[in-house]
Each structure stands twice: as structure tokens, then as C-alpha cells.
């Protein structure tokens, strides 16, 4: 299906979240991913004190904007305007859409995980800029949440018009399923940050989107 025009043009999709590389500090693990050419960036961290994700919301600032890509921050829409982040990424348990856009206006980019098709033509149709379409398959970085398998990502490619990026296990082994399964998007969190050369990681999901783009 045809999607319709949005502010967002994204392929790879970087979250930050546990498993850094040892030694290796939050800024270096998401330059070495920009550098890569991640399009996007969320500061994720269920774990951290309130004061250490402001901290890092600014760090992560910064250094996106030398970058020209967005930052999206998870949870925390307060941070978000603080520091003036591209938007915020919300679960269906968090505030509403209707809330978080009344908070944020109607131009910064508020995205949804969905885990079925119902949930993500809902957020769709409550004005979400792009949804989370997973875990597409089991994934430690986010325990407890069954798979949805690459059917939600068929179902999402036929009938979501928003972008949709596929999330939740996904690696440079299973990214080609993924992407013939309907995904344009991709994003992921252990397989980049977890990485011994995140950079080299991101080149690689690149190549692999692209390639899919150019054959489409
Ligand atoms: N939402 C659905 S799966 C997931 C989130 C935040 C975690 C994805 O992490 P990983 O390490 O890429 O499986
Ligand atoms: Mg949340």
C-alpha cells in the first residue's frame, strides 16, 4: 500500500539500551552508529536514574544535530522538550496520543510499538507519525513480550499507510526475512550497540535496505 507523505524518512533506526560493548560510553556506541548512517536515534533506558537519561538527552543532542538526524526519546516528554528532541516514542501502556500530542504540538514526531495490526491502525488513526511493528521475534531487550512473528509485518505492509518500522530480535542473519516480509524500515538495538564495530554493523543493515529499495 502506498504510504502516505510524513515528516519522517528513515530506513535504519538506532535504539540505546543495555548491552554496550564494555567500555564503550553511550555518545561513542551512537556516533559510531551515525557514522554508519543509523537515520534515527531513541534514548531508551528503563534502568538509569530521571537526572542521567536529562543528561544524556542533551549529549545525544548534540551530536545528532551534527549529524542532521532526529532524536526521539522514550518515555520522558518532559525530556523531550527539554531538549528539544525531534519527538518521543510512546508504549500502549504510557499517556495517550491525544495527551502526548496536546503536549507536544503537532509538529514533533510521536511513534507507537504496536504488537498487532488493531493497534497499529488505531495508532494510525490517532496521528502517530510511525508505529514499532514487533518484537518481530523474541528478543532479551525487551522480556516478556511474545513474537509477533513476520505476519504483523505482512499485515503492516498491506495495510498501514504511516511508516512502520519492523523491531525485537532483529540481526544482519534474519534482516533480508524481515525486509521480504514487507519491512522498508528496520531498527535495532542489541545487534548495533552490542556490536564490536557498531559502525561497520549499521553499514551492513544499509546495504541490505538499500538493496531491497532499489529492487522495489
Ligand atoms: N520494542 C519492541 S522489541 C524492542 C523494543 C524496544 C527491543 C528490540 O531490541 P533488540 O535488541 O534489537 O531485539
Ligand atoms: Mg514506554
Known sequence: MAESTSKLDFQLYVIT??????????VDV???????????????????SKQDIRENAHKLRQLTRRYGVPLIINDHIDIALEADADGVHLG????SLAEARQ??????IIGISTHSIEQGLAAQAGGADYIG???V??????PGRAAVTTSYVQEAAAQIRIPFVAI????????????AAGANRVCAVSE????DDPAAVCRAFKARLNAAANHS
Open 137 to 142: 521475534y523474541p528478543t532479551g531487550t525487551k
Open 92 to 95: 500502549q501502556d504510557d499517556l
Open 168 to 179: 525485537g530480535g532483529i540481526t544482519l542473519g534474519n534482516v533480508d526475512t524481515v525486509i
Open 17 to 26: 539500551g543495555a548491552n554496550y560493548h564494555p567500555g564503550r560510553s553511550i
Open 133 to 135: 511493528v514487533g518484537p
Open 103 to 108: 503536549l507536544l504540538g503537532p509538529d514533533r
Open 30 to 48: 551512537v556516533e559510531q552508529a551515525l557514522i554508519g548512517g543509523a537515520d534515527i536515534v531513541q534514548l531508551r533506558d528503563k534502568t538509569a
Open 192 to 195: 548495533i550497540v552490542g556490536a
